[in-house]
């Protein structure tokens, strides 16, 4: 069995051969496979040429590329020489460049493309150590630099004359060694450089994998960054059992979902939020959708959504927070056994027929004609039914094949994590962080649980401590709970061997993450009665109130974010009495409604100056931030405002599209300031 992901790689390459293991796109956007002997190949020929170039083992390689086949046959190639990459996207800044590369001390660049490589020249005279340049693009006419293909030829003939370098350097790989060095986008301060080793991607390849059901005739489409380690753990997985990896693009991916027809797809919750947006702009639009076929979806989710209900709660899949009383379970399961019946795939129908035959020969005959009508009736209205005329529909255009999409990354916010398990997509959402390489948990087919991140994955140690840094909750590395009680909310610190080695040159930042092997995760979360990790918060996104109330942002910013007319938005108060929300519009969708009512749309500042619209607003904030769903009094937003220009990458967001908290409060204070003093 491998023991690092070199070992991983020539393993992968003996048992799997032809089968394609990566598809990319030729110019003309047709997919053009290579297979995994082809791929271990070029990986070893690259690796040979590295060699020859001074490479050595244990150095740090930087790559700055997105999703191609290059990228993965680079990856290989380093790996196999004892280094580690340094891996980071084409949207990378110029200060970025500089920090990352220089804080790396990467003596060699793999580069994407020509225009890449003048973002990077840009730079260059910041970059002294960087000896060596390699452009990884087939056409790429750039002068003074090398070229990767070449680089493979090169190594092919050193091969073909009897080199085997690769092969000792593999045979020293210890599962210590880092295979790559990832700079955290973080929402404050310099990125850091977390220290991934082989031991780590090797526990996520060999725990993960039976977790996710996933077998070799499986699809993956590619549409994460590639260079972040979630997408790259969804890569090694396929690798481990011969499946196929199809890249794609935002821009491409629903053209890709109808000609890959995936199985699974790594995702961020951000795609499902857009896509969950589109379906339910369509279905709202009168000039896209018929009031008739409009009613005929709310009636198709209405009955998925109520069976679906049922059956969660039946079959022990439905989250319990508290510790349910068993009586009153009783009899709520009593309740959503009816609903079943109400709504499950012909259930009426054979309910009210076995009725109907009963009560023909007695003295209730006269209720057969009506049950029998009722049958009849229930064999249309029934969540079967409904679902091929309708829901089956929205299936067909990911493919119709979609087992599940793995979301992480993000949390999925309730209302979208609810209509796509309930539509008959199953979204496996899971937990992690770069630092734990990174699936901490992820929900699996058995214990499909909303409102949780799943089960803990296999030989992870995890607590859950209060502000005193007492344990409440205690998880072993075998899952059970050895200390404290299940239900207590406090901060998530995990021990196991994903946990990162540390930050690269950065002692402090290592001492204040790990402490005695303990990875403070800064996420606040509980062991939920069903024995599944559910996140609440972030520990240091935490609003403290005046008064003293801690209150998780999270929950009510997506609550407000159900709203048509609220694209994003931001939870103020630190420190004030109440809390505050910054918001920015659909604008979409509030200019329709400006026309309706009568309020200019010309200009966007004066638009969401206006008193009519600050009115709207005030409404929405109220009819979804309220004591009726759940929030206390403490938790419910008052003062407002209302912004123009959205939170963007690279300046309100980072690149896993996590608000920087810090910088939006910076960018806003005189207007935050302003909200609470005029109030």
Same mark, same amino acid.
């Given at each position: 069995?491998?023991?690092?992901?070199?070992?991983?790689?020539?393993?992968?390459?003996?048992?799997?051969?032809?089968?394609?293991?990566?598809?990319?796109?030729?110019?003309?956007?047709?997919?053009?496979?290579?297979?995994?002997?082809?791929?271990?190949?070029?990986?070893?020929?690259?690796?040979?040429?590295?060699?020859?170039?001074?490479?050595?083992?244990?150095?740090?390689?930087?790559?700055?590329?997105?999703?191609?086949?290059?990228?993965?046959?680079?990856?290989?190639?380093?790996?196999?020489?004892?280094?580690?990459?340094?891996?980071?996207?084409?949207?990378?800044?110029?200060?970025?460049?500089?920090?990352?590369?220089?804080?790396?001390?990467?003596?060699?660049?793999?580069?994407?493309?020509?225009?890449?490589?003048?973002?990077?020249?840009?730079?260059?005279?910041?970059?002294?150590?960087?000896?060596?340049?390699?452009?990884?693009?087939?056409?790429?006419?750039?002068?003074?630099?090398?070229?990767?293909?070449?680089?493979?030829?090169?190594?092919?003939?050193?091969?073909?004359?009897?080199?085997?370098?690769?092969?000792?350097?593999?045979?020293?790989?210890?599962?210590?060694?880092?295979?790559?060095?990832?700079?955290?986008?973080?929402?404050?301060?310099?990125?850091?450089?977390?220290?991934?080793?082989?031991?780590?991607?090797?526990?996520?390849?060999?725990?993960?994998?039976?977790?996710?059901?996933?077998?070799?005739?499986?699809?993956?489409?590619?549409?994460?960054?590639?260079?972040?380690?979630?997408?790259?753990?969804?890569?090694?997985?396929?690798?481990?059992?011969?499946?196929?990896?199809?890249?794609?693009?935002?821009?491409?991916?629903?053209?890709?979902?109808?000609?890959?027809?995936?199985?699974?797809?790594?995702?961020?919750?951000?795609?499902?939020?857009?896509?969950?947006?589109?379906?339910?702009?369509?279905?709202?639009?009168?000039?896209?959708?018929?009031?008739?076929?409009?009613?005929?979806?709310?009636?198709?989710?209405?009955?998925?959504?109520?069976?679906?209900?049922?059956?969660?709660?039946?079959?022990?899949?439905?989250?319990?927070?508290?510790?349910?009383?068993?009586?009153?379970?009783?009899?709520?399961?009593?309740?959503?056994?009816?609903?079943?019946?109400?709504?499950?795939?012909?259930?009426?129908?054979?309910?009210?027929?076995?009725?109907?035959?009963?009560?023909?020969?007695?003295?209730?005959?006269?209720?057969?004609?009506?049950?029998?009508?009722?049958?009849?009736?229930?064999?249309?209205?029934?969540?079967?039914?409904?679902?091929? @005329?309708?829901?089956?529909?929205?299936? /067909?255009? &990911? !493919?119709?094949?979609?087992?599940?999409?793995?979301?992480? $990354? %993000?949390?999925?916010?309730?209302?979208?994590?609810?209509?796509f398990n309930n539509i008959g997509i199953n979204?496996?959402?899971?937990?992690?962080?770069?630092?734990?390489?990174?699936?901490?948990?992820?929900?699996?087919?058995?214990?499909?649980?909303?409102?949780?991140?799943?089960?803990?994955?296999?030989?992870?140690?995890?607590?859950?401590?209060?502000?005193?840094?007492?344990?409440?909750?205690?998880?072993?590395?075998?899952?059970?709970?050895?200390?404290?009680?299940?239900?207590?909310?406090?901060?998530?610190?995990?021990?196991?061997?994903?946990?990162?080695?540390?930050?690269?040159?950065?002692?402090?930042?290592?001492?204040?993450?790990?402490?005695?092997?303990?990875?403070?995760?800064?996420?606040?979360?509980? @062991?939920?009665?069903?024995?599944?990790? /559910?996140? &609440? !918060?972030?520990?240091?996104?935490?609003?403290?109130?005046? $008064? %003293?109330?801690?209150?998780?942002?999270?929950?009510?910013?997506?609550?407000?974010?159900?709203?048509?007319?609220?694209?994003?938005?931001?939870?103020?108060g630190q420190d004030q009495k109440n809390l505050?929300?910054?918001?920015?519009?659909?604008?979409?969708?509030?200019?329709?409604?400006?026309?309706?009512?009568?309020?200019?749309?010309?200009?966007?500042?004066?638009?969401?100056?206006?008193?009519?619209?600050?009115?709207?607003?005030?409404?929405?904030?109220?009819?979804?931030?309220?004591?009726?769903?759940?929030?206390?009094?403490?938790?419910?937003?008052?003062?407002?405002?209302?912004?123009?220009?959205?939170?963007?990458?690279?300046?309100?967001?980072?690149?896993?599209?996590?608000?920087?908290?810090?910088?939006?409060?910076?960018?806003?204070?005189?207007k935050i300031k302003k909200v609470y003093t005029?109030?």
């Open positions: 069995m491998a023991e690092n992901l070199a070992q991983l790689f020539r393993e992968s390459a003996e048992k799997f051969k032809n089968k394609p293991a990566f598809l990319y796109k030729d110019a003309q956007k047709n997919y053009l496979p290579i297979n995994y002997s082809e791929l271990y190949e070029a990986g070893v020929n690259l690796a040979e040429a590295l060699i020859e170039l001074g490479i050595q083992s244990r150095d740090h390689v930087a790559l700055l590329a997105d999703n191609r086949v290059e990228w993965i046959i680079a990856d290989y190639g380093i790996i196999m020489t004892g280094a580690a990459d340094v891996p980071r996207g084409t949207d990378i800044t110029d200060s970025e460049i500089v920090y990352i590369v220089s804080h790396s001390e990467s003596e060699v660049v793999f580069i994407e493309n020509d225009k890449m490589l003048e973002k990077f020249n840009r730079n260059k005279s910041q970059l002294g150590k960087v000896k060596t340049i390699i452009v990884m693009d087939k056409e790429s006419e750039a002068p003074g630099v090398l070229k990767m293909y070449d680089l493979i030829e090169k190594g092919k003939g050193l091969r073909a004359s009897g080199s085997r370098k690769v092969e000792d350097r593999v045979a020293s790989i210890k599962p210590e060694d880092l295979f790559t060095l990832i700079y955290t986008s973080g929402t404050t301060g310099l990125p850091k450089g977390v220290q991934l080793r082989h031991s780590n991607m090797m526990h996520q390849v060999l725990n993960v994998t039976p977790m996710l059901k996933i077998n070799a005739e499986a699809k993956l489409l590619s549409i994460l960054p590639v260079w972040h380690v979630f997408e790259r753990v969804v890569e090694y997985v396929c690798i481990s059992i011969g499946a196929a990896t199809y890249y794609t693009n935002v821009r491409d991916l629903r053209q890709d979902l109808a000609t890959v027809k995936p199985t699974f797809m790594g995702s961020a919750p951000r795609l499902w939020e857009n896509i969950y947006n589109g379906i339910y702009t369509r279905i709202n639009d009168p000039s896209q959708t018929p009031a008739i076929r409009r009613g005929l979806f709310k009636l198709a989710y209405f009955f998925s959504d109520k069976k679906n209900a049922a059956v969660r709660f039946i079959t022990g899949k439905e989250v319990d927070y508290t510790g349910r009383n068993p009586i009153v379970s009783l009899f709520y399961g009593i309740l959503m056994l009816v609903q079943l019946v109400l709504t499950g795939p012909f259930t009426l129908t054979v309910a009210s027929s076995i009725a109907a035959y009963i009560l023909a020969p007695t003295e209730f005959s006269y209720l057969s004609l009506p049950l029998y009508i009722l049958a009849g009736l229930g064999v249309f209205f029934n969540s079967a039914t409904l679902d091929k @005329i309708v829901l089956s529909k929205i299936r /067909t255009a &990911t !493919g119709g094949r979609l087992k599940a999409s793995i979301s992480g $990354g %993000g949390a999925l916010p309730r209302h979208v994590d609810e209509f979204v496996l959402e899971g937990y992690g962080m770069t630092e734990t390489s990174p699936v901490l948990s992820v929900r699996t087919f058995q214990k499909l649980i909303i409102g949780s991140v799943g089960s803990i994955v296999p030989k992870t140690h995890l607590q859950i401590r209060n502000d005193n840094n007492e344990i409440l909750t205690e998880i072993d590395a075998n899952g059970k709970v050895i200390k404290g009680k299940l239900g207590r909310k406090g901060v998530v610190f995990v021990n196991g061997p994903q946990v990162m080695k540390g930050y690269f040159k950065n002692e402090e930042a290592t001492s204040k993450a790990l402490v005695d092997g303990w990875m403070n995760t800064g996420d606040m979360g509980m @062991i939920n009665f069903k024995h599944t990790l /559910t996140l &609440t !918060g972030r520990a240091k996104d935490t609003v403290v109130l005046l $008064g %003293g109330e801690n209150v998780e942002p999270v929950p009510i910013e997506n609550k407000l974010q159900e709203s048509v007319y609220i694209s994003q938005c931001m939870i103020i505050g929300a910054i918001i920015v519009p659909d604008f979409e969708k509030l200019e329709e409604w400006a026309k309706e009512n009568g309020v200019d749309t010309s200009n966007k500042e004066a638009l969401i100056d206006n008193a009519k619209v600050v009115d709207l607003y005030k409404k929405e904030i109220k009819a979804l931030n309220n004591a009726k769903n759940g929030f206390k009094s403490f938790e419910q937003v008052t003062p407002f405002f209302i912004v123009s220009k959205p939170f963007e990458v690279g300046d309100e967001l980072n690149n896993m599209l996590k608000m920087k908290r810090h910088v939006i409060a910076e960018k806003y204070a005189d005029d109030k």
